[in-house]
């Protein structure tokens, strides 16, 4: 069945570090990719999102590139900020309607 | 135009109450989906709803549990005879078509069963 499995964190980095968290899923055929960010107390809002193989969405200095041949949605951002500490969710969503999310990764930047 | 709003924020119940989740999607939605969060885990997917309709609950615990979205007013998540381990965030989302579309996420409904 689909899957999502991501990087298990905490992460820890210094304010204005590279950030990587890993994002695989299994699917067959051509899922939806996401990332969401869930900021302390709040519900998760829509990071970014890919359709279709070799897309890259981006948004707030976030990238990810989905990669059929590795089956991958890593998350990126090339300098991290106090503000970008929350928990972040890799997600995809294929035939159906749910989508699947994988556990999280607590990102924690500090000054 | 107001986002997803769930209520109530924070609910705790006894062993054994019922609880009620509210789930007011954003306008012009007509999808509802649910999700629950337990500790330290990630979102999994509950029911979909459209209006008056129950799509998928493939994932709701085939007792104690039951949702609806009815022709008007909120979707509703019931939780009968809760027990600890119902214990977990609550979420609602809606989308305006389904499938692929992006889905808006409430805040949550946090229950603690005590």
């Known amino acids: 069945g689909d899957s999502v499995t991501q990087m298990e964190g905490p992460v820890t980095l210094s304010e204005e570090a590279f950030l990587t968290i890993n994002c695989t899923y299994t699917?067959?055929?051509?899922?939806?990719l996401f990332w969401y960010v869930q900021y302390p107390g709040e519900g998760l809002q829509l990071l970014l999102k890919?359709?279709?193989?070799?897309d890259k969405g981006s948004n707030k200095g976030f990238e990810a590139t989905y990669r059929k041949e590795t089956t991958s949605f890593h998350l990126e951002k090339g300098s991290v900020q106090v503000s970008d500490s929350a928990v972040y969710f890799c997600a995809l969503i294929h035939t159906g309607n749910q989508f699947y999310f994988g556990t999280g990764t607590s990102l924690t930047v500090i000054p | 135009n107001a986002g997803v709003m769930q209520n109530p924020r924070h609910l705790v119940r006894r062993r054994g109450q019922e609880a009620r989740l509210r789930c007011s999607p954003m306008?012009?939605?007509?999808?509802v989906y649910w999700y629950r969060q337990l500790p330290e885990e990630g979102l999994k997917f509950m029911v979909y709803l459209q209006k008056e309709n129950i799509i998928d609950e493939s994932g709701m615990p085939k007792e104690r549990f039951s949702a609806e979205f009815p022709k008007e007013g909120p979707s509703i998540l019931r939780i009968q005879q809760v027990v600890r381990g119902d214990s977990a965030a609550y979420f609602c989302?809606?989308?305006?078509?389904?499938?692929?579309?992006?889905?808006?996420f409430g805040q949550g409904t946090r229950l603690t069963v005590v």
């Open positions: 699917a067959t055929g051509y899922p939806s």
């Open positions: 890919a359709t279709k193989a070799d």
């Open positions: 306008k012009g939605h007509s999808h």
């Open positions: 989302a809606s989308s305006r078509s389904g499938g692929a579309d992006e889905a808006f």
